[in-house]
C-alpha cells in the first residue's frame, strides 16, 4: 500500500496537463489510502503484533533453535517480524547443522563439501561468527570445521552436539572456548574404546576456560586434563555411563562457583574410602541419581533445592551435610519406599514431589502433610504413585478450607499456606469423578489417566 500511495502522488505531481489520467491517479491514491488504513485497523487487532519485540525476539529464538523454523521464513511475514530478526544477533548467529546441511561433491578425483543455501546465507550474513552452533550430524559438523573451523569456532559462545546416529573419532578436537557446552547422544553410548579425551581446546592451555555450563550426555570424557581449568563453572549435569567418581570428585573440587550439579551414577560406582567432604558453598540446587556417594562427599550450607532419584533417602538425609538444611524444594523419585520417620520434613518446604513410587506409603507422606508439616508448601506432586482419592482429599479440605470459612471463623494459630498446585499424572487409585471438585478448591489440578 505505501508503494501504491506513493507512485500515485508522483504521477499526480508529473501528470499536469492530462485530467483523465489525474483523475484516475486520484481515484487509485483513494483507494491505496483507504486500504492501507482499514488494513492498519485490521492489524491492530492482532494480538501477536501488540507484542513487545523483547518479547517476540525470545520466541524467535526458541522457536528456530528448538523447532527448526528457518529465519528466512520468519524475515517473509511482515516488515515488522523482518526488522525484529534482523536486529536479533542471537538469531543470525546461530547455526544448526542437519543431515541435509551439506552434500559431498566429486571434483579432481576429491570430494568438497557443498552446503545448502540457509547455511551459506547465515556464514554471508554473520561474517562468519557463529555464536551459538548446534550440530545433529557428525559429517556435517567435520565438513563445516574443515571449511570454516579456523575462521568461526573462535566466535562460539554455545556449542551443542546432539548427535542421533555415528559419533566423533576420539582424535576431533575443536579450537573453541565456549560459555557453554552440551553433548548429548541418541541410544545408548557404551564407551568403546575408553574414555575419549575433552574435544575443545584454547590458544592458551594454562588459562581457565570459559565453561559455566556443562551438559553430557551418554558421552564419556576424561576430566583429568582439563579439571584444574574449570574454576568458573557454575552449572553441570553429567548422565554417567562407566562414570568414574574420581573424576567427578576431581571436577567439583576444582569448581568453587558450581550452583547446580545433576550427576546420575552408574550402580556399580563406589566412591574410594579415603575421600573426605569437599564444601561446594555455592551449590543451590543438587539432583543426584544413585548417587549416595555423591552427598557422603559433599558439605552443602546452601543448599535449597533437593532430588534424589533410586537412592536411601532415610541413608541420605542422614549423609547429608550439614544436617536440616532449609529446602525449599524436594524430589523423592523411585527411591525405597521409607518415610523418613526418624527424619521430619523441613519447615521451610515449599515444593514437595513423589513420583514413581509402588508401595503405600505415598498415603503416610501425605497423612504427615494433613497433620501439619511443611506449613509453607504450595506445590505437590505424587505422579506415578499409588496414592488413594481419600488421602488427598483429607489434605485439600485442611489446607485449602473455603475461603468464606476463614473469614467468619478467624484462626486461632498460624494456618499453613494454601496449596496452589497439585499434580497426579498417572495415578492407578486416583478416581477421575473427584476431579471438579479438587479444582475446585486448588488453582492448578493436573491430571492424566493411566494408560
Known sequence: F???IVIARAGLLRNTYDPEGNALLNVALDTALMARHENRKRLGRSFILKLPDEVLAIIFRETINNYGVPRNNLELVCRGWRQVARNMPAVWTALIIEED?????KEA??????FSKSVKQLMETCSGRVADLRARSVGGLIQWYNVYGDQSSRHLEHLTFHFHKGNISQTFFMKADPISFTWQTSGYYSGYGGPRPFPLKSEDSKLPLRLKELTISKVIFDFSTICARLSDLTKMSIDGFNLRFTQLILVMKASPRLATLKVAME???EAPESVGRILLSSLYSLDIQ????VIKSITVPFLRKLAIS???????????RPPDLPLVSLGIKRNSGTTLENHSLPPTLQSFSLTHWDGASTDKWIDRLTAGECPQLTHLNVSLTHVKTESLARLVKVRNPPIDQRLVQPAVTPQPNRLESLEVLYCEKFSATFLPWFRVRVPRVSWAPVE
Open 310 to 320: 533410586e537412592t536411601d533417602e532415610e541413608q541420605a538425609f542422614q549423609d547429608l
Open 290 to 293: 544413585r548417587g549416595g556417594d
Open 109 to 114: 578425483g576429491s570430494y568438497r563439501p557443498i
Open 267 to 269: 550402580p556399580e560406582s
Open 101 to 105: 546441511s551439506y552434500e559431498l561433491s
Open 2 to 4: 505505501d508503494e501504491a
